[in-house]
């Protein structure tokens, strides 16, 4: 049965409407670009590789943009990507549901110049944020880091940023402005996803809260945090509600597991018993393996948004596994370190 959504207290990101196209034109344009893909072979090859111009020469033969530095390729190419899913949907609020994380991260990085001592510089100011975003650096910089009132953030992100600094000054800490954020951008995305009338769509980022929470109930367990700051750490409901949520605090493991038995999440139950014991990157893959699964299910469908997102979550997810490598071999780390963090799509 269809969970009812509670309407956000944060209006919408605007969306276009009445968009031309359609979803076949859409799918068809993937099913041209999935040859781009690096696939089981190509992640084998990145993983192999002994240089960052071995790791150039594979992403060149993809088709990934041409620049001096692979960090610039990966950009450029995440940039196109979301242009693209931008011109091809049909319905508007696709690019918006999947850039509001970055959006996120970016708005809690301006908040946080927004209250430093020693703020600083603009170019050093955009180089911690991310991109594509839905809204640009140089909004972020005039208008939160540096509070210049005539320049206008987007309504859903003015007021995102004021209930941040409105539970900042509340709890007299600066971190409930990350968990306000993070409150808010996840509830707008389920609000999105929930008006797209599409179970998979909305499946998928119901697992993504659940999966934040789980960490956030692994964490609290593991550093004896207390029950207020988890409860203004949780998230909007996803398959799990947030009452059960809160069930969990302080209830026994065998509880817990029992809890997770009949969710998606069952095979992570394991990772209540290890996650303080320097777990934290294993259950950091297992989520992404479970995640990635169920996209999977996405790019086996012939024609429509699954198979679209899902061609963008690959791509991601090859930028995550260029990160790792070029981590490696920037850093001295052994091939035996890297191999266990590889994220297959």
């Known amino acids: ?19 031309a196209g359609s979803w076949g034109h859409a799918t068809g344009r993937v099913w041209y670009l999935e040859r781009d893909l690096l696939g089981r072979t190509g992640l084998d090859r990145l993983y192999a590789a002994e240089s960052v111009d071995d790791v150039r020469r594979l992403l060149l033969e993809h088709h990934y943009p041409q620049k001096d530095t692979v960090d610039g390729m990966v950009m450029d190419e995440s940039c196109r990507l979301y242009e693209l899913l931008d011109e091809v949907t049909p319905d508007d609020g696709y690019h918006q549901v999947l850039l509001l994380r970055k959006d996120a991260h ?9 209250f430093m001592a020693d703020p600083p510089a603009e170019d050093k100011f955009k180089s911690w944020l991310l991109r594509p975003s839905l809204i640009q650096a140089d909004t972020l910089w005039c208008a939160v880091a540096r509070g210049e009132k005539e320049k206008k953030l987007p309504s859903w992100a003015q007021a995102t940023v004021s209930r941040a600094k409105e539970a900042c000054l509340a709890a007299h800490d600066a971190s409930a402005m990350d968990r306000s954020v993070d409150r808010d951008i996840h509830a707008l995305i389920a609000e999105i996803a929930a008006g797209f009338e599409d179970a998979w769509l909305a499946g998928y980022f119901d697992r993504v809260r659940d999966l934040a929470n789980l960490e956030t109930l692994l964490r609290v367990r593991a550093r004896a945090v207390e029950l207020p700051a988890y409860a203004d750490s949780l998230l909007a409901d996803g398959i799990i509600r947030r009452e059960t949520w809160l069930s969990f605090f302080d209830a026994p493991v065998q509880a817990v597991t029992e809890g997770l038995e009949k969710t998606p999440y069952q095979p992570l139950s394991g990772h209540l018993t290890t996650y303080g014991e320097g ?29 679209v997102i899902a061609y963008i ?33």
């Open 1 to 19: 049965m269809a969970k009812k959504r509670q309407r956000n207290a944060i209006p919408l990101p605007g969306v276009r409407k009445n968009k």
């Open 106 to 114: 970016n708005l809690k990085t301006s908040l946080k110049a927004a």
């Open 279 to 307: 777990g934290a990157s294993l259950f950091s893959l297992d989520v992404d393996r479970l995640l990635f699964g169920y996209l999977e299910a996405g790019s086996r469908t012939l024609s429509g948004p699954p198979r």
């Open 313 to 345: 979550m690959a791509r991601e997810c090859e930028f995550k596994n260029v990160r790792i490598v070029m981590a490696s071999l920037t850093d001295g780390l052994s091939r035996e370190a890297v191999g266990p963090l590889r994220r297959d799509f």
